[in-house]
């Protein structure tokens, strides 16, 4: 009997222990498979800048020029490396240290979540029609003939292209600081998963009016590692 009780026990300590060990939180750090700035500069007028493309630069900025011109950071994540019935228990995005810091400091900083219309990072500067290219302050991508595929609403601020609902808005005294240690962003990713999507993104965006500028690296820059999603998961 006291051979039966005793292994009984040994059969009870190896289950907790082997729950325990299937319990234990996994974090993944994923890089962003996609990341560009678009700005609606000199929108109309010689110098449009509105409909290039800046996929490939080694920084993403996030600012208001003296004439309200706006420039917007777009960024995308895959999740497909986390197993479909894992549970999300936390989500950090995390932009690092900004690159130019001495230029400006944003006054207020509003971050969306970018919903199912996809978009294309493209890679090089959309001058002439014809020129097929990635997202643009009007469009989404372009196709091979030049025929933009567009936003609901210009800069990505349509409710098909970002969710406004949900946005997180953050005060410039703590706007660059959490964004380079690290933003909650859980609600968006389980919001995400839950709407079986296999990636997430992001819309970063000034929303103030002062003069303000802010860069941070790209994925483009290696060394600096560009963007990254901490995400914290169980099964």
């Known amino acids: 009997m006291k051979k039966l009780h005793a292994m009984t026990a040994g059969l009870v300590m190896l289950a907790l222990v082997a729950w325990q060990a299937a319990a234990q939180p996994t ?6 498979t996609k990341d560009a700035s678009i700005t609606n500069e000199n929108a109309g007028v010689p110098g449009d800048r509105s409909e290039r493309n800046f996929g490939d630069l080694p920084y993403l900025s996030i600012d208001t020029q003296y004439n ?8 995308e994540f895959d999740l497909s490396t986390i197993p479909a019935d894992a549970v ?7 932009m690092g240290t900004p690159l130019s810091p001495e230029v400006g400091t944003i006054a207020s900083v509003e971050v969306r979540r ?7 990072e493209g890679g090089k500067d959309r001058v002439a029609e014809g020129v097929s ?8 991508y372009y196709k091979a003939n030049g025929a933009a595929v567009a936003w609901q609403l210009p800069g990505a ?3 098909e292209d970002s969710a406004a609902g949900d946005a997180i808005k953050l005060p410039g005294t703590s706007a660059t600081g959490t964004l ?17 999507q296999k990636t997430v993104g992001w819309l970063l965006r000034s929303t103030n009016d002062q003069i303000n500028i802010c860069r941070w690296a790209s994925r483009e820059a290696a060394d ?10 169980a099964k």
């Open 27 to 32: 974090t993944d750090s994923l890089k962003a």
């Open 68 to 75: 309200g011109e706006k420039s917007h950071i777009l960024m």
């Open 88 to 94: 999300i228990q936390k989500a950090e995005l995390v």
């Open 114 to 120: 970018l919903l199912r219309n996809d978009w294309v």
């Open 133 to 140: 290219s990635g997202a643009s302050w009007t469009a989404r």
């Open 157 to 159: 601020l349509g409710a």
């Open 180 to 196: 380079e240690k690290g933003l909650d962003v859980t609600a968006h990713v389980q919001a995400a998963r839950k709407a079986q």
């Open 224 to 233: 600096k590692g560009g963007p990254i999603l901490k995400v914290t998961w």
